[in-house]
T-cell receptor
Framework: GAGVSQSPSNKVTEKGKDVELRCDPI?????LYWYRQSLGQGLEFLIY????????KSGLPSDRFSAERTGGSVSTLTIQRTQQEDSAVYLC??????????????FGPGTRLTVL | QKEVEQDPGPLSVPEGAIVSLNCTYS??????FMWYRQYSRKGPELLMY????GNKEDGRFTAQVDKSSKYISLFIRDSQPSDSATYLC?????????????FGQGTTLQVKP
């Protein structure tokens, strides 16, 4: 079956503009995660969705960042008033069943965001 | 101090060499340990998953966990040019069911033919 898909694959924007990044998880996966990977850095957790539960937003770096997940499937990460330090690869991952002991997350290819 | 520390490298080895990649961590709550491989401009893919201390082998790859030392390793035997990638260690806390992972910085490996 299809893996996690993300769009756009690349996004160049000007400082101060808003951007929306999209993630389509694997069908049937109940958990969805957003991570940020800056140049030469590991993955930084941003936000986690599980079913209809309130999302875990503990990793969002500022109130300019927000995310939603509609209908328990597609998710959108929004960055308002982008800054140059927001330039990074934004990765989405989904997981089959939260609460299971097996924690494998399947990652999408990422969206490379460049803020000029 | 970061919860998970990983030497970013880069690490360059000749084909056929044994590669050792390592991570240390500070939080004893971590119970799940994983190694992800990430090729250039791709998302990470799970390579190895371990839950307890000890060794786990899969083909040319061996994952080792030492909880007493808070140290994990990934060994690659008979390394191939196709192993050239960034290797990320990741850890999860067993007390939580969120599956939120904490990643190391990643080690860039180049295997030269």
């Amino acid at each position: 079956g299809a893996g996690v898909s993300q769009s756009p694959s690349n996004k160049v924007t000007e400082k101060g503009k808003d951007v929306e990044l999209r993630c389509d998880p694997i069908s049937g996966h109940t958990a969805l995660y957003w991570y940020r990977q800056s140049l030469g850095q590991g993955l930084e957790f941003l936000i986690y969705f599980q079913g209809n539960s309130a999302p875990d937003k503990s990793g969002l770096p500022s109130d300019r960042f927000s995310a939603e997940r509609t209908g328990g499937s597609v998710s959108t990460l929004t960055i308002q008033r982008t800054q140059q330090e927001d330039s990074a690869v934004y990765l989405c991952a989904s997981r089959r069943l939260a609460g299971s002991s097996y924690n494998e997350q399947f990652f999408g290819p990422g969206t490379r965001l460049t803020v000029l | 101090q970061k919860e998970v520390e990983q030497d970013p490298g880069p690490l360059s080895v000749p084909e056929g060499a044994i590669v050792s990649l390592n991570c240390t961590y500070s939080n004893s709550a971590f119970q799940y340990f994983m190694w992800y491989r990430q090729y250039s401009r791709k998302g990470p893919e799970l390579l190895m998953y371990t839950y307890s201390s000890g060794n786990k082998e899969d083909g040319r790859f061996t994952a080792q966990v030492d909880k007493s030392s808070k140290y994990i390793s990934l060994f690659i035997r008979d390394s191939q040019p196709s192993d050239s990638a960034t290797y990320l260690c990741a850890m999860g806390k067993g007390s939580s069911n969120t599956g939120k992972l904490i990643f190391g910085q990643g080690t860039t490996l180049q295997v030269k033919p």
